[in-house]
Each structure stands twice: as structure tokens, then as C-alpha cells.
């Protein structure tokens, strides 16, 4: 397992700026805060041991490197495996309380590194590069937001000194069962930029959720450096995936329970007047692709029958989120797909682990097969408005 020192990390050593102290070292895990068991989805040690298990014995095949580190010193890993020309990015656990995709991400990573010809095939046309549990601190906390008080950040950002802090900050209250004021911290995934070099700026705060985020998180700092690096490497990152949960919803027109939400949209398309403010990344943004990947998902899981796996829905529609990962990928010319599977940790701990894992992992290989065989740009992009919508509430 090797180090991959990050553009945030080789800037913060040439400056001599202290890095946080022992990376990867065993850290104390915070005390459960609702009454779910977690104990049967995979934490930071587990993950580390299976990683290190998988690439030693890939006989090459198989790279894990530690890309950055979380604001508590944990690292984050990247997982490569592949060398086809089309590169698939795929996160896991920015939200420490969504946990079912780093174990379907390790499904996959099982899959694509085998020896059957079909893995074989896989990797000659992919690249995939995988970010499993890329919050860590939050994912040993079971909780959404990152470990790191605003007072941290002015002392990475000096010229932020005075700035009101960000919106997306909390240090006063319980959320979704954590007590943020004993512990506080950000929602990383409102803390991108589609400009990858932006530097923060104090006038840019506290900003707004349909405002671009800053980089002032050293998690969101590690996803933007090994985005980066793959487009420098290989002029684009044609997929990227990211993986959530929501809350507990429903199939509109009906009570079934939703168990995933597929979603193409995450900003005002830049060529529209909508999306004006954003017109600089008109021609990189590619709205079908994206609409085709989140098909290819969706006829996957589609394809399992009369099952829970035929109740996926899209997600909330006519977003404007420059600040997530998705938003800000996209419209740096990523095709971009969102997962959110039903219910948070706090909703029923790992209750249905196993078929919401399955689900997720029934998607991915969706997306993966139509990439790898080009079969994805046959798909109808109109079809992704065939997708049902979600419901707050049951039908009556």
C-alpha cells in the first residue's frame, strides 16, 4: 500500500504546514448515538485489513494508495485496478451514516480484479478508481458531517480570518441524532468547487447550498486531488459515482418503499438560461451521458424481476448544488450518477443491509457493463423521464 501525495498535500509540505499528526494511526471510535446495531457493515480497520488482503493478493493486478488524509489524520484510500481508456470514479461514505456502498463498492472490486474473462474484459476497457468510506472520521462517528471546527479552517485559510463561517458548518445542535455541539463539523459533500483551483476567498462566505463550495475540508481537498490527477493523466474522467442514502420515501402513486434513487441532475444545464452562471462549463457538460448512465442503472435493476429492486425512483429533479461532488464533476464533463439508498444508520442501523447492498451493486455492474461494451450511447436518453418520480408519502 503506497502513499499518493495530493496536490493539497505537496503544497502544505513545500509551505511547511503541519499535516495532521500520525496518519492512519488506530483511532478512538465515537460512542453510538441511536439504538441500531452498525456492527454488520465494514468500519475504517476492517476496510484497511481488506484492502491491504486484496491488493497483496491480486498479483498486481490491484493498487491501493493513500491519497490524502481526513481531518483527524485517518487515511484515504484509492483503489485502482484496470487500464482501458475509459476511466470510472466511484465514492463511497462521504456521509459517514451511508454505508452500504463502500461494502458494494468491495463487491465490485471483487469482481472486476477475478480471473474470469469477463473481469478480464472489464479492466481492458476500464479504468476504475474507487474511494471507499472517503469520510472516514464521519464513518467511525456514524454520523454525516466531518470531524474539524471552523477555527481549524482559519488556521489552514489565515485570510479567511473574520469570515463568517460557512453554512454548511455545525457546532450548536443535534442532527439526525449527533450532538454537532459537542463535536462539530462540515457537510463535505457541499464543499466543491467546479472551479478545481479555486482558493477561498472571505468574501465567498458563509455562502448558500446553491452556491459553489471552497475546499476548506481536507476530505473534499483529497477527492478534487485524485479527480485531477486523472484528468491530467487521462484528459478526463468519463464516470462518476457517488454514493448515499436518503430518507425513508416512497414510489409516487403508491406505498411501496423506495429502495433507491437514481439522479442525472445536479446543476442548471449551463446552456440554458437557468444555467447561465455557469456557462464558462457548457461544453464540457455532457446532461445525456449522464441521463444514459442512470438508464443503464436502472434497466439493471429493473431486469431483477418483481422485486424490491423494481422500486427505484429519481430523485429530487431541478437541483442548482455547485457545491457537491456531483455538480462540480459534471460540469468539469463527467458523466455522473447518484445513488441514494433508503434510510440512513439512524432510520434502522443495518436492517436490509444485505439486499441494499445487493441493490447498489446491481446498479454499478449496470453502469459498468454498458461502459465497458459502449453499449451506454445506444441507450434513449428520454428514458430517463420514465423513471418514477419520489414520494414523501404514500399513496392513499
Known sequence: MKKWVGVTAAIAMAAGIALPAAPGEALAKEESHHEFSIKGFTDYAELTKKLQQVEKTSKGLVSVDVAGQSNQGRDIYTVRVGSGDKVVLIQSEIHGNEKTGTDAILNLLKTVSGGSPYAQQLREEITFVFMPMMNPDASEG???????????VVED?????????????????????????????????????????????????????????????????TSRDV???????????????????????YVEGTSDEVTLSLSAQFVPDPSSPEGAEYAQYADN??????????????????????????????????LD???????????????????????????????KRGQLVKAVETGLLGIVNAVADGSVHDLDPEEYKDIPLTSYRPAE
Open 227 to 249: 479527480y485531477k490527477s486523472l484528468v491530467e493523466e487521462f484528459g478526463k474522467v468519463d464516470v462518476f459515482i457517488d454514493l448515499h442514502h436518503q430518507g425513508v420515501y
Open 285 to 318: 457538460y455532457n446532461y445525456d451521458f449522464s441521463r444514459q448512465l442512470n438508464v443503464a442503472a436502472y434497466d439493471a435493476l429493473q431486469a431483477k424481476g418483481n422485486s424490491i429492486f423494481n422500486n427505484i425512483t429519481l430523485y429530487s429533479q431541478g
Open 142 to 152: 456514524d454520523k454525516r458531517r466531518n470531524t474539524m471546527t471552523w477555527a481549524e
Open 321 to 351: 448544488l455547485p457545491g457537491t461532488a456531483l455538480g462540480s464533476y459534471a460540469l468539469n464533463g463527467s458523466g455522473t450518477v447518484l445513488f441514494e439508498v433508503t434510510g440512513q444508520t439512524q432510520s434502522f442501523g443495518q436492517k
Open 157 to 221: 485559510f489565515p485570510q479567511l480570518s473574520g469570515a463568517q463561517p460557512s453554512w454548511n458548518y455545525l457546532d450548536d445542535r443535534v442532527q439526525q441524532n449527533y450532538d454537532y455541539s459537542k463535536n462539530p463539523g462540515f457537510d463535505v459533500n457541499r464543499d466543491f468547487n467546479p472551479d478545481l483551483d479555486y482558493v477561498p476567498q472571505p468574501e465567498d462566505f458563509p455562502g448558500s447550498s446553491s452556491d459553489p463550495g471552497w475546499f476548506i475540508t481536507p476530505e473534499s481537498q
